[in-house]
């Protein structure tokens, strides 16, 4: 394996700054809606090819680097595309582009107000999320986290009913709380460590640590980072958040938002503490119990849950913690199982939270027990709905399987069964709360006879594409973007201690 | 005992017109027996200054032909009195600030009683 | 030029001071171009003395030629010549906003004003600059008698909050004096840099020790530092729109810079903080001050009033630093300086076009309606918010970072603690004021309705009515963003050339 070398390049850079240069554009083109849609759209379409121009290196094991500036004595602004970094960067800019299609269909279908806030806010958030996933260092890292946080509020409130304010200030109490813990985690770190880099295997070095001292300081960044990862008990902000529109939740609290803090979590175990320490002082044991029970009660509590997008957000919470799970497994293939589930449950939720707002658009229906026959008028949308259904459930060919697989395995390298009796049993419970709704959709009989057929295809076409793309990856997890290979450099980087 | 006492009276004094000083500033009612509080307070710590410039078998800091410049010893220290002169000024600027503030709290109010001010500023 | 810089400032405010009610006998209006005259050239000065000593070291000036320490002596150090700076910009957009409003809040009164302003100026650079102990008492009573007088030209109520001010003030800057009183007594010098040295050769002594702590508690008065903060909420709310935003960026600022000053560079870092700690009692006053503060500031109904208890909950941040008494916390509080300046700075000034545009700036009459009628003061308001409560890029990150550094530095993690939780607390009250200016919709119906893209003008860019009140406010406020992303520039050029030894 290739020591990874590093060279500077403004591709990062352009790649976050794409969608900020966007956004007073979007808002200079509030009056003339095609010309502010052109320019979301050619700003995710430029972000994802940016990214992608990054892949090659990344797989080569060549490492972009680029530095803004000082943003600290002795702390850099600073963006490193490593393997993990384009891996997620990857993910987050090529969903935006059908997210983008999807929520143009969406908002025009609603006739939505304030969409040039809504589009504007949007960019702003995809520009964090590829900061966060460049960032260099704990701060660089902080920064754009905290960044996200302010640009996603303004979606989460798009509405602004009660319902939606009230979302919205319990997403603010939390995520501001965890962004607190995280500088200080990020302070405490830097002092001990006297540097803030991200290093895959850890970067205390050779600093001594007192049990007490370094689990508060775990707990630190578990709670910074975990909030936004829904790790339990810190989850509750995301039900509450799906009084955002649709393609919001969709993207932000499927793949951004969530997505960053899972990111965050292994950066944290794999390149912040390192596996050594993490075993060291049994954080593993804590973070993996964590995550099992997450996955359990959330799968629990989403059968009880009517609302469509509730239950969808409920099996979110489960799914993100198969990731923590993998993170904190701390084997090989557990690392490669959670990192692909990064990529695989973003393809499949994406596609169920596309059809939730479909449903919602066309026929303004949120309940589940209001979904009879939908399949019959729906048959695109809800077709789309069951392969990824299955996939989450992890059954193949879809690529949900594939992640479980390598989880189920990582499970078996770390030597412990439990996990994966908890990954068993949390495929059975997700078939479980997935398969009422597609059998009510399509083998029962509408209530109430359907006005309206299948959605727009400017909604239809998108969540058939990731529906696609889900059985696609679930068949060559390596297709078009070298997802695998990514995955399992990421893992062995981390294990294998090579500095980055 | 008694020489600490009285060996150090003008001490004493000064701190008895400070407390004077603050007794008016805190427990009076009527803006203007604060600002005599305020005055008093500020006198106090003058004559603190004056008194740390005095010597033994020292004259006033004026030059004596007769004396003349060679032994500065034999003037008392005229550097407090200087300072103090301009903090003299000082108080007399505060003192017409405030009292000029105070016919202004008159012309709206009425009054110069603080717990009359203060019911008539909630309600205001 | 260069050998006089130090003294230009405050003589160039003082010239300005006494010119203003002299050349309006024959004209009024005349003051407002004076005085923008003269803020403009302190500006210019300004920075040409930051420049000239960062790159060749501290500038000083003898009044008379009599050479320190027998005569009185001004300093250009990094640290005064960047605290002057902050203190001159801040002047200069208040100053150039009250155009719009002077008219509204004090109708015929601009002279006496404008020369009031100028004269506090004057004590306030005549502070930063002096290296005199006694000539630093004069400028403060003169910063201080121009600030009554500054705040008591207002409503009905500002004549009664400046006399309390005043009472406490005189209080403040008397203890002061009997400070440097015991200290002349015992070092036989009024200079700073020579009282330094002479201290170290007179240890233990009780006088010494009685000083600093007079000294402490007449600059404490001064500064606000909890709970010695009484005057300040009054003071502020009922002082005019111009003065509340000229006061608070600066005034207690520059207390806390006295503070430092005596603190670190006369009585130096070793005595303050092991000797007789006084610096423990500043950071635990402080650490309280902040949460009293956020606290009381999340009660309040009237914006004006709530960002005075902001700033006593700010104001703690820096006392906070000071306490630390390390590097890390020293350069959280300097850079806090700058950073307080300008946030309260836009916020009193985005309050000021509240009140011109609706007569009353109370939070409950907040709606969506002033984000059509002052759609750019909203936005300012909005990115200092995001700066109170710690939110990046903006400025007021990077002085909590520094400080949570420092304190974790030293070990206090309930500093750490208080810092923290301090940001969430700003995060309640100021998102509690977004809210209602992004989401609640205006009582009445005009047949108006919320689409920006109904607005008269270009997208986003309509511009509020008067151009004055508008520019300044955007122009500190969305400094906040640049200060943030090149604060480490600060740091290193400016901050950490000057910090005290011994730390």
């Known amino acids: 394996m290739t020591s990874p070398e590093m060279y500077i390049s403004t591709l990062p850079f352009y790649a976050v700054m794409v969608s900020l240069i966007a956004m007073p554009l979007i808002l200079l083109s509030s009056r003339h809606a095609n010309l502010r849609e052109f320019w979301t759209l050619a700003a995710s379409i430029v972000k994802f090819s940016l990214v992608f121009l990054l892949l090659p290196g990344a797989l080569a094991g060549r490492i972009a680097g680029f530095t803004f500036w000082e943003i600290s004595p002795g702390i850099a602004l600073a963006l490193k595309a490593d393997q993990f970094g384009v891996f997620f960067a990857l993910i987050a800019s090529g969903l935006w582009i059908l997210t983008s299609i999807y929520s143009i269909g969406y908002v025009r279908g609603l006739k939505e107000h304030k969409q040039t806030r809504y589009f504007a806010s949007f960019a702003v958030c995809l520009s964090a999320t590829i900061g966060i996933a460049f960032a260099a260092n704990l701060l660089t890292f902080v920064f754009f986290y905290e960044i996200l946080t302010i640009a996603t509020y303004p979606l989460v409130i798009h509405k602004e009913t009660k319902i939606a304010v009230s979302a919205g200030r319990k997403y603010l109490v939390y995520t501001l709380t965890a962004g607190l813990l995280l500088i200080a985690a990020t302070a405490w770190t830097y002092r001990i460590a006297g540097t803030l880099d991200f290093r895959a295997g850890g970067l205390f070095g050779d600093a001594s640590f007192s049990p007490a001292a370094i689990t508060v300081l775990f707990l630190l960044f578990l709670g910074g980072v975990g909030v936004k990862a829904a790790v339990m008990p810190l989850h509750s902000w995301l039900p509450a958040a799906m009084a955002a529109p649709t393609p919001v939740s969709a993207l932000l609290h499927a793949v951004a938002v969530v997505k960053s803090g899972v990111f965050g979590v292994v950066r944290v175990v794999g390149f912040v503490f390192g596996p050594a320490l993490m075993r060291q002082f049994d954080l593993n044991i804590f973070l993996a119990t964590v995550a099992g029970v997450t996955i359990i009660l959330a799968s629990l509590l989403a059968f009880r849950q009517d609302n469509l997008k509730h239950r969808l957000a409920y099996s979110t919470v489960g799914h993100l913690s198969y990731i923590v799970l993998g993170a904190a497994l701390i084997s090989p293939a557990s690392l490669v199982g959670g990192l692909l589930h990064i990529a695989n449950h973003a393809t499949m939720k994406i596609t169920l939270f596309f059809c939730a707002g479909a449903i919602y658009v066309r026929h303004h229906k949120e309940k589940i027990s209001e979904l009879d026959g939908i399949g019959r008028v729906m048959p695109w949308t809800m077709g789309a709905f069951t392969m990824a259904a299955i996939g989450l459930a992890g059954i193949p060919p879809l690529n949900g399987f594939i992640s479980k697989w390598q989880l189920g395995l990582g499970s078996l390298q770390a030597g412990e069964l439990l996990p994966l009796a908890v990954l068993v049993l949390s495929g059975i419970l997700n078939a479980g709360y997935f398969a009422p709704i597609i059998f009510r959709a399509f083998l029962k009989p509408p209530t109430v006879p359907y006005k309206h057929g299948e959605a727009s295809p400017a909604m239809v076409i998108p969540l058939v594409i990731t529906a696609v793309l889900s059985l696609l990856l679930g068949l060559d997890p390596d297709l078009f973007f070298h997802f695998h290979r990514l995955a399992v450099a990421v893992s062995g980087s981390i294990l294998g201690g090579i500095v980055q | 005992m008694t020489d600490f006492l009285l060996g150090h009276f003008v001490y004493w004094s000064i701190i008895a017109l400070l407390i004077i000083g603050l007794y008016g500033m805190m427990f009076k009612n009527n803006l203007a027996k604060k600002l005599i509080g305020m005055i008093i307070f500020q006198v106090s710590i003058i004559m603190f200054f004056v008194a740390s410039a005095v010597k033994w078998s020292a004259t006033v800091p004026v030059l004596d032909p007769v004396t003349g410049v060679a032994d500065a010893a034999k003037y008392i220290s005229p550097l407090q009195h200087c300072l103090m002169l301009t903090a003299i000024v000082v108080g007399v600027a505060t003192s017409g600030v405030a009292f000029s503030l105070a016919i202004l709290i008159y012309r709206h109010y009425k009054t110069l009683e603080e717990s009359a001010l203060m019911e008539k500023m909630k309600s205001s | ?503």
């Open chain 3, 1 to 503: 030029m260069n050998l006089n810089s130090p003294a230009l400032v405050p003589l160039l405010f003082l010239a300005a001071a006494i010119s203003i009610p002299l050349l309006a006998i024959r004209k009024e209006k005349v003051a407002y171009p004076v005085t923008m005259v003269a803020s403009f050239v302190s500006v210019i000065i300004s920075s040409y003395n930051i420049f000239h000593v960062l790159r060749n070291g501290p500038l000083t000036y003898h009044f008379g030629g009599w050479f320190p320490p027998i005569g009185i002596e001004y300093v250009l150090d990094p640290l005064s010549s960047f605290v002057a700076l902050v203190v001159n910009v801040i002047a200069f957009f208040v100053l150039w906003h009250s155009s719009g409003i002077q008219e509204r809040e004090m109708p015929g009164k601009s002279v006496p004003y404008y020369a009031l302003t100028m004269l506090f100026l004057c004590g306030a650079n005549g502070i930063i600059v002096t290296g005199d102990l006694f000539n630093l008492y004069v400028f403060l009573e003169i910063f201080s008698l121009a600030g009554y007088g500054l705040i008591g030209i207002g409503e009905k109520q500002a004549p009664v909050a400046s006399f309390r001010y005043l009472i406490m003030g005189t209080v403040g800057a008397s203890f002061y004096l009997l400070g440097i009183g015991f200290l002349y007594i015992v070092t036989g010098s009024l200079n700073m840099a020579d009282v330094r040295n002479i201290l170290p050769h007179i240890p233990g002594n009780p006088a010494v020790a009685a000083a600093l702590s007079l000294i402490f508690i007449g600059m404490g008065i001064k500064m606000a530092i909890f709970p010695l903060h009484g005057w300040l909420p009054d003071a502020y709310t009922y002082a005019p729109s111009t003065t509340s935003a000229l006061v608070a960026p600066i005034g207690t600022k520059i207390a806390a810079y006295v503070l430092i000053r005596i603190l670190f560079f006369v009585f130096g870092v070793q005595f303050v903080s092991q000797s007789l700690p006084i610096t423990d009692l500043i950071a635990w006053l402080s650490a309280i001050g902040i949460l009293y503060g956020s606290v009381m500031a999340m009660a309040q109904n009237e914006m004006k009033r709530m960002l005075a208890y902001s700033s006593v909950a700010q104001i703690g941040y820096i006392g906070l630093g000071i306490g630390l008494a390390n590097p890390l916390g020293y350069i959280g509080a300097v850079l806090h300086i700058l950073n307080h300046a300008f946030m309260k700075g836009s916020l009193f000034l985005v309050a000021a076009n509240l009140r011109k545009k609706t007569g009353q700036s109370d939070i409950a009459n907040l709606d969506a309606s002033l984000r059509k009628k002052l759609p750019w003061s909203m936005a300012a308001f909005t990115v200092a918010a995001l700066s109170m409560i710690g939110l990046p890029p903006t400025a007021g990150f990077f002085s909590k970072w520094y400080l949570a550094l420092g304190a974790i530095d030293r070990g206090k993690w309930v500093f750490l603690a208080v810092i923290l939780v301090s940001s969430l607390l700003n995060a309640v009250y100021f998102f509690r004021i977004l809210e209602k200016i992004y989401l609640i919709p205006p009582p009445q119906k005009t047949g108006e309705d919320l689409h920006p893209e109904a607005g008269k003008g270009w997208g986003f860019l309509v511009g509020e009515e008067q151009y004055s009140l508008m520019i300044p406010v955007v122009i500190v406020s969305f400094s906040l963003l640049l200060i943030g992303l090149g604060n480490a520039n600060i740091v290193k050029e400016v901050i950490q050339r000057i910090i005290p030894l011994g730390m």
